[in-house]
């Protein structure tokens, strides 16, 4: 199982991106509904986040488990989220917008909540970009201390999702999100509190 795992987080995201394209293909309704543009972009919005979630719940795991292959899922699942992001982004500017710089001002001024998506993918970007091995030797111990934006961009995505929703965080799908990342959140802070070393 443990062989099989890193090969799971690098093919299994694809899986939802192939069923919207199969629902495309076939203009099937039943996938798209009768907004498949909304559908999409909401699609993509949920795994962005759903994908973040799980490759910052990697950590946790591996001190439970006590098993470093987790972590080894990171990056995989970290990059397909930061992908789910790029065309969450590009179907909303490109054929929601009609990449019309005037009516995604307009939208934005009617739905502040866009604003708050589009600072969780710049959140997201600098992180995809420093994502290799080369960069981690360059940042040095910085590299660690960029990387921790992974949960900005995680609580930023779930305050815009529950924005987004028309109940806000009754939704229960912002709660199924909103929940992990709380706890992921959480899980970041010492406890018990350190006390600092006393003078000898």
């Given at each position: 199982?443990?062989?099989?795992?890193?090969?799971?987080?690098r093919w299994l995201p694809v899986l939802p991106l192939?069923?919207?394209g199969w629902g495309l293909l076939r203009q099937d309704f039943a996938i798209l509904t009768a907004n498949p543009v909304e559908k999409l972009i909401d699609t993509c919005g949920w795994w962005t986040l759903a994908l973040l979630a799980t490759s910052l719940a990697m950590a946790p795991l591996q001190r439970v488990t006590r098993w470093s292959g987790w972590v080894a899922l990171k990056r995989p699942l970290g990059l397909w989220a930061f992908a789910y992001g790029c065309l969450h982004l590009l179907v909303y500017t490109g054929l929601d917008q009609g990449f019309r710089p005037a009516e995604l001002a307009r939208d934005i001024a009617k739905r502040p909540f866009i604003l708050v998506g589009m600072a969780t993918w710049l959140t997201l970007l600098p992180l995809a970009l420093t994502s290799t091995k080369g960069w981690q030797r360059r940042l040095g111990r910085n590299w660690k201390r960029l990387h921790r934006l992974a949960y900005l961009a995680a609580l930023l995505g779930v305050l815009h999702f529950a924005w987004k929703a028309k109940v806000g965080f009754r939704d229960p799908r912002v709660l199924l999100l909103g929940g992990p990342v709380a706890v992921l959140l959480l899980l970041r802070i010492p406890w018990p509190p350190r006390r600092p070393a006393r003078a000898q």
């Open positions: 199982m443990r062989r099989v795992l890193p090969h799971l987080a192939l069923r919207l």
